[in-house]
């Protein structure tokens, strides 16, 4: 079992994820990041309209956000991962492993 903590239980996290970039795509419907993860943070108001930020027990950091889609958060099932380094994506995929259709590495 995958442990973590999101921006919704410790604040510093969502600070630590400064330089984050992409590292995969997850597709899954917003109510189930919802259901996994609590509410998303706010984004930049421009390119991101909402993201959540992780923190695995390893220290690894991932978010999972959208990018430059105008449709409404709750339609979107196509969503960015980032991270520090590959294993962002590793630790998201083990997270929903029963939810992902798609998680592309670079």
Known sequence: MTTFSTHNDHSYIQKSAAGTHLQGWLDIPYKDLV????????????????????????????????????????????????????????HVQDLFESSVAEICPF
Do not use: N
């Open 35 to 90: 259901a996994k993860l609590g509410e998303p943070h706010f984004g930049d108001g421009e390119k991101v309209q909402v993201e959540w930020t992780i923190e695995f027990d390893d220290g690894t950091i991932a978010t999972i956000y959208d990018w430059k889609d105008p449709r409404s958060v709750q339609k979107i099932e196509h969503w960015h991962v980032g991270g520090f380094d590959y294993r962002a994506v590793e």
